[in-house]
Structure formats: structure tokens, C-alpha cells
């Protein structure tokens, strides 16, 4: 008889960071020193628990030739199509038993080889590091059959010392990945769960003499103007930064005249640091972060966040990013005026530090650390307050201060994301200020700032933040005299976030507020042949919190949303305001650091949409904070009647790294006069003809009063009361906010299923009148509608007068009408563009003349929802109509019915149909943030009250 003892996997279980790493030093590449990258195609093999397969695969000449293959860095689960399983989405819930620190024994291991020849002219002298900068939960490591040891701290940096194990020839790396452990509990971040080697893997050399660990300390004066430099070394040598004639030792302090490093101006200069065995490339910024007067203070200056939360994501490859990926991130948040970003909710890969260092961002670098599962059990045994999890705690935040200090675009350390409170939290901030006493201490979850350096709060809704502001909220006297950030707001999923413009007021108004940061950055879509883009419950999740983890401001192929739009308009570096009639322009510089000698200014003029003429505007050279008065030329002469604006935009003056020339920063828009209303005399009468009437251009049906064609273009579907929108996620809000659903208050009041009945039909001597009721089945509330058709005998005029019934509760989602066209694809419109645009998201809507198609019309959000909508409407053509508005209205375009978007799951559930279905709107509900924040804010509710607007449709064919 015989049987096969299991592998012991006692360390999976362990509390402890792990064995046999190397302490964390600073991450940096070496003018000098060889590396080998390891990333590539790897053998692997899945395994359903964690000790289904004994060491053996580590041992030098084992044959895995019937292995499968991954590539690395990659997640497994994201491989394979599907054969080595899936991915897995909860936003706080753990999707294993809480039972910590133990896992389930269906634990998904995965056995990774890499077999490698080491280069015949390595270096013999020395030794080497085998690095990993990110596996997920657990890994366990070989080299050529000897074990290393094993590590937890999936996004975090972890080195081996290899020297003396390194063969020439081939060499075999082994590493076994659990995607279960200890670590997991202290990863509950509103991810994907995705395991493997997802960060690089890379042999380094390190020479005998060679650079250590380092600290690159370098402050700013401002009164001085001076920066002082000091490099701290484990191994002594030399620095020297040619640029500022600095060459002095390493420990030794050094002032000079510089330029310092702020995320307006990044300023860096190159330096290396000198051994006896290697020289290292440094980049140098000179800046002092202080808190000072209550206030976040960088080189004298408080500063005005204006930030975003960024996971790492890529719809394919899940969290392994490129640098490439990595560029597009930082860049598209430069173009649309970002400044700075929270690395959420753990430390990034290292690159982009980089190039928030190259491009300007303020960063609030996290660390690898949340616990948000125990909040259902009322943070009962959370890690954080169990001292046995103190050692790894400890060790988190030194995996991150230590690799990542060397850069100067980081001004705060963050212990972590919704972890509770307690004293491992504590120990970690001791050790932070301790360690780094150069930069602050960020920690949402601690409400009384014992830990931390600033007041932060998510999802605070407006009052309260102005209350904030105020100093009137209360708490610790340690709070009321620090800063104020909202680490997460405006919460981006779906069509959002609303009431950017509102919070960004209170931002600017009240000192203490020091910003916020949007969240999020990416909607986290994965990919999918059949769906378009998955999100959570479509891998078959036993728990999934659905599309929540689809809440960016760029869609999943970091196409901007509106929301990203709308954000760069409203918190853009220059304000740009008006008097049309005067033609006075006024200018501040909302920049806390740059002037605006960057910026070049234009000016046009148009009439009913049109540019008619366009120039140079000279704005004086302003300083952060000033603003000046200019005036534009006067207005061209045009023998043209019509609605008349300016347009002044503020446009780079000359290429930079992250835009070209000519990029717009900010612009504004306002009025010269009044925008003239249409209107005609109603000089034709209805005509019966049997069972039809005939009204000028257009023919009805004699019955029901419907509209059939109007001159040759026919009508699917008459206009008529229109009040459902298929529901937004904020409509739909958070499910802890019962009690202002709005989108659950709609359906169970019944708007989505309205009905009409028609009490008359009216053919007067000047007007066709339909007198309707609007209502839901079940309920007492209805609008009574009356439409009222009229015509010159080439234009039609539709008149509509609404009046409640009954007791309204609940705002209205939308008032308007609805009707079909048969044909219908290209569209031009006078109005606001050209992106859609809603009542609290309407900022970044600039009137103009615009065009596009149907399709091209619609906003391509991961779950389909309202959206396309454009705003400030004064006429729209399509489908050889063209329809004016008596007040300005939004329209919208599909094809398909707001029932059918109301059903789609994913955007391939929508199946464009025989009519294009067109909404007229006299009105819309604002959208807020309420899928995780604050709903629309009353001014923008759309409310049940008595309304008349009118539509004058004319043909264009």
C-alpha cells in the first residue's frame, strides 16, 4: 500500500508577510547594471487547492512540456478562454467565508516555469535579485530546485537574492501562486479578484560596490528661492546633477538656486548617484510639503486637488498595464485638466510614478491594504485591530514608502481604503511619519484624525461639505483645524456624475477644501466576445455586486466619457466669463502655481451657431489668482438677423510634452441678445377628408388625432406625452439610499408603463386639439395633456400644455414627447454639443452648430441606460424634418424604444429596429451621483407642475 503525503501549505494560512525577501529598498533602474526580464510565455499548471500537487515541478529537469502556457505578466483567469477559470467581482463582500485568517480548501493554485538562460557575458562578480513587482495573493518561489520563500502583498515589490543559485546556461524558475491566503482578507478593494503574475518579473545584477537602498531628500524654499539636496545611501558615494554644478557626497546637504517641482510645472532635474559599482539615473524635483494654517501647503502655496482615483486596469489583460497604457492614463488626465490622482487603492506599478513625476500630477500613493468585508459583522476580528496582523500591516506600508520615495510628485502616504480603525492602522502611521516626516498621512476612515494629517471623507454630500468648509461640522478639535479632502466623490458609473459644477463652487469658495478626487478613473469591463464588455454576474460569480465596478470617467477602451468632459470643463485652470452685449471679457488664473504665459487666447463670433468671424485676443500675462478685464472687438457687421454669441477659448501657446499646440484648456461662451422665437400666424384650418384631416403640410388621422406625415415624410409613431427614461445607474442609486430611488420610485409608481386616453378630438376653425390623460394603472396621479397643432400652411406648429393630477411625490424623469420616424441617420443641430448633456451635466455643452449620425448619437455605456441626450436645443433636422423649439428643449435619437434600452443588460442586447425613435424634452431630471453619492440636488429635480412648450416642425426635402 502506499499513498503520497500532501505538501504542507501552512504559510498560505500564515498572518505573516512571508520569508525569505529582501528588505524593500527604492525601486530604480541602473545605468550600469545588468537585468534580464523574465515576462513572457511560462508553463503553467491550475490546480483546484492549494496542496493537490507536490514541489516536484521546482526541481531542475522537470518536464512540463504538457503544461499549458500563460504569459506573464498576465492573470490566469484571464487566459485560456475560460479553461483555467474566471474572474470574480464584489465590491466589499468577501467571496470566500470569513473566517480569518483561514481560506477554503478550493483554493486555485497555479504552478508557474520559466526555464531561462542566464546571458554567457552576465557578470560573474557580485551577486543578483530576482524580482517580482506583483503576483496575487500568495507566491511561493524556486530557483533551480532551491526554495527562496514565499510572499503575501500581491501589489507590492519583492526581492531575492539569487547570486549564488544563478548557473550558466539554463536556469528554472518556479513559482506557485495561491489565489486564496492570509493576504486576501487585507485585499477587499472593489476589484476584480484576478490571480497570477500580473506585474514584471526581472533578474537584476547588482555589483559588487553598487547602489543600495537610497532617500533623495530635496526640498523648496520658496522665500529663497533655493532648493537643498541631500541623498541619503546605504552605500556611499557621490551625486552630482550637472544642471544645478552639484557634486558632493552622498549624506551631505547641498543648497543652490532652483526651479521647483509642482504638478503645474514639473520641473526635474537629472542627477546620478556614484559607487564605487554603479551609477544610478536620478530624477530630481524640489518641493516641501508641509501642513501649515490648517492647510495643505506644497512650496508655500496651499493647493486645490483636482483628482481622480485610478485601479489599474486594461479590458483584456485585467491589471497587467504596459507603459504605453500607462502613458494614455497620465495624458488623457493632463488634456482634460486633472492635476492629481490617488492610486486606488494600492501602490501603482512604479512606471506611472514616473510619469507623474515627467507630467505633473500630485499623488496620494496607497498602500496595499482593505479590509471592507468585516463591515458585516460590524468590524468584528479586522485584521487592523488584531495585533497578530501588525507584522504584515508594517510591512505593507514599508513595501511602499520604500520603493516609492523617491518621487516627487507624491505629497501624501495613505494607509489604505475602508480597513476600519485600530491599531495596526496606528503603528503604520507612526512608522510613515517616523520614516518620511517630508510628506503627510492620508486615511479616509478615520473620522477623528488621530493617524492622520488631513479631514477626508467619501461621498459627503454638498451641504455637509459646505458645513465643512464653515467649520461648522463638529467632531475632534484636531479635525476642525486640519484640511478638507473628499478622497472619493461624484461617483462616475454610468451617465454621471452629476453636480461637479456645484461641489467645485464650495471648492473654491471655503480655504479648508482643499479638493477631491472622482471616483473613479476606468470603467473595469472585461472584454467579452458575446457581451461586449463583462462586468460582474457574467462569469457565473456565486456573489457579484454587478456593474459597479463599471464606474469611470473613461470607458473600458479609455474612450472619455461625458463625464470626463464635463469634469475637465469644470475644473478648468482658467475662468472665462462674459458680457455678450458689451463685449467685456473677464479672466482669472485659477492655477495655484503656473502664469499664463503658456496659454494663447482666440476669440469668434457667431450667429445661429455659425462663426462668422474669429481672432487673437491679447490677455495680460496673470499670475495664480489674478484676473483682468478685456475687451473684444467689436461685433462683425452681418446683414444676417438671428441669435448671436462669443466664444473665447484659451488654447496652448506652443507644444508640450502631454498636448500639441493649439489644445484647448478652457473656454467660455455668452450671449449678445436674445435668441428670437419662432412663430407664424395659424392662417390654415383643418380640413376633414374622410378619416383623415388635413392641416397645412401635414395629415391626421381623423379618429385619434394622430399624426401620419407632415409634406412627404411619414410618421411611425405620433408625438405624445413622454415622461420614462430608462433608469441610470444613479438613478437607480445606491442600494443603502431606500429612500430617494428614484429610479425604484419610478417604476413603482408606474412611469414606465403609462397609458393614454384620448377624451377628444377637436378640428376648430385655427387648430387641431387632442385632449388626452396620461397615467399610470393602479394610481390616482395623472397629467392631463392637451396637444394643439396649428399651421401656416407650410409649418406646423404643436403646442403642449401638461397639468398635474393628484398628489406627485416623486419628481418626473423626463416631459416631453416621443414620436417615430421611419427613416432617419443623418442629424444637425443648433444647441448645445457636442456630447450629450443633462441638467447637473451640462457645463461642458457648448452651443454650436453640430452634426452627427443616429448612431453616433448614443453614449456607449457598459450597462445601456439614458443617454445621448443634447441640451439648449434651438432646432434639430433629421429624417427630412426639421423641428424648432419654443422654449429650447433636449433631444435624444435611437433605434429603439426607451423600454428597449430600459431591458438591455449590455450593449449588444440592443438591436436596432425598422424606426428611429425621437424624444423632443421640455424638461429632464438632473442625474447626480447617487449610485454610490448624493442625488440631484433639488434645483435640478424636474418637477409633477403645470407646463406648456411648443415645436414647430417644417420639412427639409
Known sequence: MSFRTTPSVDYVEDVSPGSGALPPRAWYASSDARSLSLNGSWRFRLSATAGAEDDSFAEEGYDAGNWAEVTVPGHWVLQGDGAFGSPIYTNHLYPFPVDPPYVPTENPTGDHLRVFDLPSDWPSDGGAVLRFDGVESCARVWLNGTELGEFKGSRLAHEFAVGELLKPGSNVLAVRVHQWSAGSYLEDQDQWWLPGIFRDVTLLHRPSGGAGDFFVHASYDHTAGEGTLCVDSDVDGRVTVPALDIDVATGEPVTVAVRPWTAETPKLYDGVLVTDGERVPLRIGFRTVVLEDGLIKVNGKAVLFKGVNRHEWHPEHGRALDLETMREDVLLMKRHNLNAVRTSHYPPHPAFLDLCDEYGLWVIDECDLETHGFTEQDWRDNPVDDDRWTPALLDRAARMVERDKNHPSIVFWSLGNEAGTGRGLTAMAEWIHGRDPERLVHYEGDWNCRDTDVYSRMYAFHDEVEKIGQGLDGGTRKRRELPFIQCEYAHAMGNGPGGLADYQELFEKYERLQGAFVWEWIDHGVRHAELGYAYGGDFGEELHDGNFVCDGLVFPDRTPSPGLIEFKKVVEPVRIEGDGPNGIVHVTNKQDFADLSALAFEWSCQVDGETVESGSLAVPVLAPGESAEVKLPEPPVDGRGGERQWTVRALLADDTSWAAKGHVVAWGQFAVGARPLPSFPATDRPVPDGGRITLGPAGFDARTGALLSIGGVEVGATPRLDVWRAPTDNDDGAEWQTDTRYGTLWRTLGLHRMRHRLISVEAGDDALTVHTRVAPAAREVGLDTVYRWTSDGERLRLTVSVTPQGDWTVPLPRLGVRFGLAEADRVEWFGGG??????????????????????????????????????????????????????????????????????????????????????????????????????????YFLKAEPAEFSFVFSTTR
Open 834 to 939: 457636442p456630447g450629450e448633456a443633462y441638467p447637473d451635466t451640462g457645463k461642458a455643452s457648448m452651443v454650436g452648430r453640430w452634426q452627427s449620425t443616429v448612431d453616433g448619437l448614443q453614449t456607449p455605456y457598459v450597462r445601456p441606460q439614458e443617454n445621448g441626450a443634447r441640451a439648449d436645443v434651438r432646432w434639430v433636422e433629421l429624417g427630412g424634418l426639421r423641428i424648432e423649439g419654443d422654449p429650447e428643449f433636449w433631444f435624444t435619437a435611437r433605434r429603439w424604444t426607451t423600454e428597449q434600452l430600459d431591458a438591455a443588460r449590455h450593449r449588444t442586447d440592443l438591436a436596432a429596429g425598422d424606426t428611429v425613435w425621437v424624444n423632443l424634452d421640455h424638461g429632464q431630471h438632473g442625474i447626480g451621483s447617487q449610485s454610490c453619492g448624493p442625488g440631484p440636488l433639488p434645483q
